[in-house]
């Protein structure tokens, strides 16, 4: 689950930096970076924000940046922040790393913000995408025997909200659209990746318990 | 329907059950009602639940989609089946394999219904972690997880059940424009404009005619469906209450 702080025995592995300098000297540009960033930041780009600038200071630690370090950093800086008793942590979602508070402060932001109200997905929607989530990519066809209901109403719903798009045409008869989800449904299902959607045999054991 | 003793309801709020929930819907609404496994739900017992709620829907004047009726032909096949000595072997086997196509139709259905159950839970849980410049993440807010989405089967179960305890008198002295939707549309959004949350019960007068509680009913689904209201239940067969949407968010 990305909503929950970076796992800690992410990223294990040979890392040229020390923890200590890690600590001391990336850590805190981390930290710089995610704050003010305003979505995730890829792994990729920290990498080479990381490689750039370091070198550009002539950072002892600039050439042995790698993707594998960036994680350290960012499990370091979670250590950091839980540490600290921050209410701030760090945050895998859609395939980077970004800061946000914890649960437990959402009641004083939400009066902040003076947001109160439900989901704004309803069930049918909500099927619809899982279906899409699950079997993408799937025809509207293929949903609609799945719900037994026509699903279009749906799909023009989340297809607005950009959590499900068009991602081509199925070689059948009438040639019709594929649909599956977009990287901004990963955001706001604070989901790194697909994967890790629980395995729909969970559901069926369910079922059967 | 339109024609027969409930002519009540103007035609323009004509509410199609399959713009909200499928048979397959149904089907589980009844299989939760018995507490049973899917696999061993007792097709025969369900299939008189199944048509009665059909005929109820009629008679309020929501229109079942064919698709209801197909699986209300394959309840009452399956159900004649296991009442009578069968004259084929071949003929049962087909049967068997309709009934089992149907309970796995079911239990697809169901697996879906759990993914969506989990996906809402994701969202809420990733609504109440906030970013910065993000200003309306949205998602139901944290203390009111155990708040279910009220399916079109429980409101109409419901709502059957208001109708059975308020004894209300039925159509016959009810003139056909006496209670247009369209009137008591304008009146719950009214009600629905204070902006509190409406519990299910209250929306229905203790007095009213019977003619007016389902013009009331329709009125409600027709909010649901342009997505003014929202019904939320303390979980499954718990109360329900009726959300108002603001037009804004509705709008984005």
Do not use: C
Request: no cysteine.
């Amino acid at each position: 689950m990305s909503n929950d702080p970076v796992a800690a025995d992410a990223g294990v592995g040979v890392i040229a930096v020390s923890d200590e300098i890690l600590r001391g000297h990336v850590v805190p540009i981390l930290e710089a970076v995610l704050y003010a960033a305003e979505e995730p930041v890829p792994v990729a780009e920290i990498v080479e924000v990381l490689t750039k600038v370091g070198a550009d200071q002539d950072r002892a630690w600039a050439t042995e940046v790698s993707v594998r370090l960036v994680e350290r950093v960012a499990i370091l800086l979670s250590d950091r922040l839980m540490e600290a008793g921050s209410s701030l942590q760090v945050l895998e979602v859609a395939g980077g790393f970004r800061l946000g508070t914890r649960p437990q402060f959402d009641p004083w932001i939400r009066a902040l913000r003076q947001v109160e109200r439900p989901s704004r997905l309803s069930v049918a929607a909500l099927e619809t995408l899982a279906v899409a989530a699950y079997r993408q990519p799937v025809t509207a066809a293929e949903i609609a025997a799945v719900r037994g209901v026509d699903p279009s109403a749906s799909l023009r719903t989340l297809r607005e909200q950009g959590l499900v798009r068009i991602t081509g045409r199925k070689r059948a008869v009438g040639r019709p659209f594929t649909y599956g989800t977009t990287r901004h449904f990963l955001e706001i299902f604070g989901l790194r990746d697909l994967d890790e959607l629980p395995d729909p045999e969970e559901f069926e054991e369910l079922l059967e318990a | 329907m339109a024609d027969g003793g409930g002519a009540v309801i103007d035609d323009r709020f004509r509410v199609q059950v399959g713009e909200f929930d499928g048979p397959l819907d149904l089907l589980l609404h009844l299989v939760r009602s018995h507490e049973v496994e899917i696999r061993h739900l007792p097709l025969a017992e369900i299939t008189g639940e199944y048509l009665e709620i059909l005929r109820f829907l009629e008679e309020i004047d929501l229109d079942p989609a064919s698709e209801f009726l197909e699986v209300a032909a394959s309840l009452v096949r399956l159900k004649a089946q296991a009442l009578l000595p069968s004259p084929s072997v071949a003929g049962n086997e087909a049967l068997d394999a309709e009934q089992e196509a149907l309970l796995e139709q079911l239990v697809e259905h169901q697996v879906t219904r759990m993914a969506a159950r989990d996906l809402g839970g994701r969202e809420a849980k990733a609504a109440s972690v906030w970013f910065r410049g993000e200003p309306n993440p949205g998602g139901i807010a944290a203390q009111r997880s155990e708040v279910v989405e009220a399916d079109l089967f429980s409101l109409v179960a419901a709502f059957r059940e208001l109708l059975t305890d308020l004894k209300a008198p039925s159509l016959f002295s009810v003139s056909a424009d006496q209670y247009p939707v369209a009137e008591r549309v304008e009146a719950l959004r009214t009600r629905l404009r204070t902006g509190e949350p409406l519990p299910f019960d209250e929306l229905f007068a203790k007095g009213d005619p019977r003619g007016k509680l389902i013009a009331t009913f329709l009125a409600l689904l027709e909010l649901i469906r342009s997505g003014e209201a929202r019904a939320f239940q303390e979980a499954s067969f718990g109360k329900i209450v009726i959300f108002p949407l603001e037009i804004l968010e509705h709008a984005q």
